[in-house]
């Protein structure tokens, strides 16, 4: 059985918009006609369930505990996508223990030979769970801004994952920004640090423009690709979710993932030159 792409999605310091990210990403994949699992990996302040309006009665804690099972703690989100929901308030799981990290390592294990693509929102920073959650993906979503605070902690998000674990890819996306000139300013940024003082090259996925509709579907606890399909973001957001699709596999892991149900609609749509 071939298994799913999972791409680990990180921040290097929190207000940039991960988990808004993570979360209008899964739902885009689906969209494209994807299995598409969201693993919410920030332990002791999840939020996906938040962004999405859900309820869930147990969590990823549980699982963690062994007192749940992952069917247990699986929930349906919007489009299809499999939710894992995380704890909130839980100090325990700030930092795992290695059994806890054995349990959350077979999990991501099974989840990704039941779907095409397993988001993994990680919490931002560069925590050791951080890091050890971003080594067990096959690719690494780096979401950042034009603030200079948050081009600085993305490097440093670089910089430690690169020493932890040097073959990944790291693909940069720039959030609520102006236009591409924008974007393309900070991943340059950051690309030519890495590059000068790494030694490696990241990779530019794309932008997410600047939209206030995307605040307004945030109070509305839905996804902005489902609440406004027109929008500005939500336009970005499909062309971000067609080059995901489009990248081959890495690592040896599973087989291309441009099926034939979803190629058609992976060509980037007319909008792409303001969403590139």
Same mark, same amino acid.
């Given at each position: 059985m071939s298994?799913?792409?999972?791409?680990?999605?990180?921040?290097?310091? $929190?207000?940039? $918009?991960k988990t808004n990210v993570a979360v209008n990403l899964a739902v885009a994949l689906a969209r494209l006609g994807y299995r598409v699992g969201l693993?919410? !990996?920030?332990?002791? &302040?999840g939020n996906v369930d938040v962004l999405l309006g859900l309820a869930p009665v147990v969590h990823l804690g549980h699982l963690l505990a062994g007192e749940k099972s992952l069917a247990d703690i699986v929930i349906d989100g919007p489009g299809g996508v499999q939710i894992v929901p995380a704890s909130s308030g839980l100090r325990? +799981?700030?930092? +795992?223990? /290695?059994?806890?990290?054995?349990?959350l390592t077979a999990s991501?294990?099974?989840?990704?030979?039941m779907v095409d693509f397993l988001l993994i929102d990680t919490a931002s920073g560069i925590s050791d769970n951080v890091?050890?959650? +971003?080594?067990?993906?096959?690719?690494?979503? &780096?979401?950042?801004? &034009?603030? /200079?605070s948050a081009v600085v902690d993305s490097y440093a998000t670089v910089k430690v994952l690169s020493a932890a674990s040097p073959s990944h890819e790291i693909g940069i996306v720039v959030n609520a920004v102006r236009d591409s000139d924008e974007a393309v300013l900070a991943f340059r940024? +950051?690309?030519?640090a890495a590059n000068r003082f790494l030694q490696r090259s990241l990779r530019y996925y794309g932008f997410v423009t600047r939209d206030e509709a995307v605040h307004d579907a945030v109070l509305m606890q839905r996804a902005i690709v489902e609440q406004r399909p027109q929008a500005p973001a939500s336009r970005c957001? @499909?062309? &971000? !979710?067609? @080059?995901?699709?489009?990248?081959?596999?890495l690592r040896g892991q599973g087989l291309s993932l441009v099926a034939a149900h979803a190629a058609d609609s992976c060509a980037e749509p007319p909008e792409a030159s303001r969403c590139a």
């Open positions: 298994s799913g792409s999972v791409l680990a999605i990180a921040s290097g310091k $929190g207000g940039v $918009g693993l919410d !990996a920030d332990f002791g &302040l325990a +799981l700030t930092a +795992l223990t /290695p059994h806890q990290r054995q349990r991501i294990a099974r989840l990704r030979q890091v050890e959650t +971003l080594a067990l993906a096959d690719r690494v979503l &780096l979401v950042t801004s &034009l603030e /200079p940024q +950051l690309d030519l957001f @499909r062309i &971000l !979710a067609s @080059r995901i699709a489009g990248l081959g596999p």
